[in-house]
Each structure stands twice: as C-alpha cells, then as structure tokens.
C-alpha cells in the first residue's frame, strides 16, 4: 500500500517539526535568545519602571518577537528585557 506510506511519511514530517519547533523554543528559553519564551514580568533596565504591554501595530520586529518600549525613558528592550535602543538622553 503506497497510500499507506505516504500518509505515514507524512505523520512523520509533521511530528519531526513539531519536536523541532519545541525544541528551539526550549533552546531559546534556556539560551534567552529570540526564541525563547519569557514568562517573568519585565522591568525597564535603565529606570526600573514596569513597561506596559506592547501594543499592536507599532512596531513588526517588536509584536512579533515580544519587546517593550519603556513609557518611562524609552528605552526600547527585548522579550528578555535587555536594551536593543536607548534614547539619549
Ligand atoms: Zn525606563
């Protein structure tokens, strides 16, 4: 049954990317990079303010990957909340 081995075949695919999909998210976790999933509240790393939630539509890069602009200094972080831009001041 060729049929029958396509399918499985493709099972197979759909199951190895899924694993692979988990797997750099757990890489990214454990790496804190881009990928990774933060689930601690972020803190702004040059006044120590609280940022809101980002809101849509401001940023692609920042919605897609989950950083923050500080309301406070503007410092623009990461979804680790690391500095990617910081306003001079
Ligand atoms: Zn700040």
């Known amino acids: 049954m060729?049929?029958?081995e396509i399918?499985?075949?493709?099972?197979?695919?759909?199951?190895?990317?899924?694993?692979l999909i988990i797997a750099v998210s757990i890489y990214g976790t454990v790496a804190k990079n881009r990928w990774g999933v933060n689930l601690n509240p972020l803190i702004?790393?040059?006044?120590?303010a609280?940022?809101?939630?980002?809101?849509?539509?401001?940023?692609?890069?920042r919605s897609f990957w989950g950083g923050r602009t500080c309301e406070v200094c503007e410092t623009k972080m990461d979804n680790w909340g690391r500095i990617i831009e910081r306003k001079a001041q």
């Not at 609280?50 to 890069?61: C, E, F, K, V, Y």
């Open 2 to 4: 060729l049929n029958l």
């Open 50 to 61: 609280a940022p809101t939630p980002a809101r849509p539509g401001i940023s692609l890069r």
């Open 44 to 48: 702004c790393p040059v006044c120590g």
């Open 7 to 19: 399918k499985l075949l493709l099972l197979i695919c759909v199951f190895g990317i899924s694993i």
